[in-house]
């Protein structure tokens, strides 16, 4: 099974700085199955990044995603405030089919 | 406009059964593998279920293997997931989503207690 750690737990920072997000499998992740999402309280995920590093539909370009193998980021240039959520990795492969991290919650400091 | 609808969630005894249901439209639901992604309260995402756009193949997380079982109903535009000997630990929201490798949709999920 594919682990998925996410860090860090929680990320405070403040609308207009940067958030940079990582995500750390335990053993190496194809680029074209690696996903990001957000998620705000008592909201279905929505999928930000999919293959590492292609935004999906409207999303901001002020998201961007990179990596390979084991380390995959997540980028949030400049903080808006609707940007404070968790986000959850995803990888596609193997056994179990999909595994999520456990996330990472960005709050406003 | 993309859309999934949940239905079928509530209040079921430990050992019962319960039957989800998520209605697509906006989309060639045929076209699509279809999943079902739950969260328990206050906690992180785990997938559980996908089934291919036929419904030739299905796969499930070790966690309900045996007991919940995947189906869809393509002239319906339907997708289920059929829940049995449930357990307290499956007490969560249910989501389903539409599977393109990636979870492109979502819908707005169904809650499942298992409670006595």
């Known amino acids: 099974e594919i682990v998925l750690t996410q860090s860090p737990g929680t990320l405070s920072l403040s609308p207009g700085e940067r958030a940079t997000l990582s995500c750390r499998a335990s053993?190496?992740?194809?680029?074209?199955?690696l996903a990001w999402y957000q998620q705000k309280p008592g909201q279905a995920p929505r999928l930000l990044i999919y293959g590492a590093s292609s935004r999906a539909t409207g999303i901001p370009d002020r998201f961007s995603g990179s990596g390979s193998g084991t380390d995959f980021t997540l980028t949030i240039s400049r903080l808006e405030p609707e940007d404070f959520a968790v986000y959850y990795c995803q990888q596609h492969g193997g056994s179990p089919r999909y595994t999520f991290g456990q996330g990472t919650k960005l709050e406003i400091k | 406009e993309v859309q999934l609808l949940e239905s079928g969630g509530g209040l079921v005894q430990p050992g019962g059964s319960l039957r989800l249901s998520c209605e697509g439209s906006?989309?060639?639901?045929?076209?699509?593998?279809m999943s079902w992604v739950r969260q328990a309260p206050g906690k992180g995402l785990e997938w559980v279920s996908t089934?291919?756009?036929?419904?030739?193949?299905?796969y499930y997380a070790d966690s309900v293997k045996g007991r919940f079982t995947i189906s869809r109903d393509n002239s319906k535009n339907a997708l289920y997931l059929h829940m049995y000997s449930l357990r307290a630990e499956d007490t969560a929201i249910y989501y389903c989503a539409r599977d393109a490798v990636r979870f492109d949709y979502w819908g707005q999920g169904t809650l499942v207690t298992v409670s006595s």
């Open positions: 089934i291919s756009g036929s419904g030739g193949s299905t």
């Open positions: 906006g989309f060639t639901f045929s076209s699509y593998a």
């Open positions: 053993q190496s992740v194809s680029s074209n199955f």
